[in-house]
T-cell receptor
Framework: EAQVTQNPRYLITVTGKKLTVTCSQN?????MSWYRQDPGLGLRQIYY???????DKGDVPEGYKVSRKEKRNFPLILESPSPNQTSLYFC????????????????FGNGTRLTVT | QQQVKQSPQSLIVQKGGISIINCAYE??????FPWYQQFPGKGPALLIA???DVSEKKEGRFTISFNKSAKQFSLHIMDSQPGDSATYFC??????WGGGNKLTFGTGTQLKVEL
């Protein structure tokens, strides 16, 4: 089954404790992206990657890191989490030519709910 | 800076009624407008999309109406059903490979269809 898998689904941590949220896709997609979803703010892009070893900042990259060493994996790293990073996070992937287009829609994972106390 | 403004934030519709969600944009470089549907506990999924060279796109009970001059587009759900209860996101994309090739999402509308 074609899917984007995120782990963990739920995570509670304390301020300053480094964490990683994993994302893996089995559709051979070149484009991958991370979003955070907050009430009243919708989905905001954190980082995206056009291909292996190619990453770029989205709209809200502060406090986050990513890496793309393999095509299928795109982990999100919070080196020193803070309470304002409490949010619902989504990883997404798409085929390369026109990410998000009708013929290559974004495929989202089921989300990771992060709470930072 | 909200490039795609979506309203209303929440909407309650009776079963069989019409649900209407509106979006407006400023960036005239946007040339692709999808709608994503999100059920509780799930990620968003593409529902329907339109390009600005047409004024309307219909798929089953779902219709996008597009007004290029007003820079507005809307989602109409005809004969709304309880199973349509979800959060809906409009989005816009400026196209092209590289550079601005990413979706800008609206803030979302939580739709509840009551029996």
């Amino acid at each position: 089954e074609a899917q984007v898998t995120q782990n963990p689904r739920y995570l509670i941590t304390v301020t300053g404790k480094k964490l990683t949220v994993t994302c893996s896709q089995n559709m051979n997609h070149e484009y991958m992206s991370w979003y955070r979803q907050d009430p009243g703010l919708g989905l905001r892009q954190i980082y995206y990657s056009m291909n292996v070893e190619v990453t770029d900042k989205g709209d809200v990259p502060e406090g986050y890191k990513v890496s793309r060493k393999e095509k299928r994996n795109f982990p999100l790293i919070l080196e020193s989490p803070s309470p304002n990073q409490t949010s619902l996070y989504f990883c997404a992937s798409s085929s390369p030519n026109f990410p998000g287009r009708l013929d290559s829609p974004l495929h989202f994972g089921n989300g990771t709910r992060l709470t930072v106390t | 800076q909200q490039q795609v403004k979506q309203s209303p934030q929440s909407l309650i519709v009776q079963k069989g009624g019409i649900s209407i969600i509106n979006c407006a944009y400023e960036n005239t470089a946007f040339d692709y407008f999808p709608w994503y549907q999100q059920f509780p506990g799930k990620g968003p999924a593409l529902l329907i999309a339109i390009r600005p060279d047409v004024s309307e796109k219909k798929e089953g009970r779902f219709t996008i109406s597009f007004n290029k001059s007003a820079k507005q587009f809307s989602l109409h759900i005809m004969d709304s059903q309880p199973g349509d209860s979800a959060t809906y996101f409009c989005a816009a994309n400026s196209g092209g490979w590289g550079g601005g090739n990413k979706l800008t999402f609206g803030t979302g509308t939580q739709l509840k269809v009551e029996l």
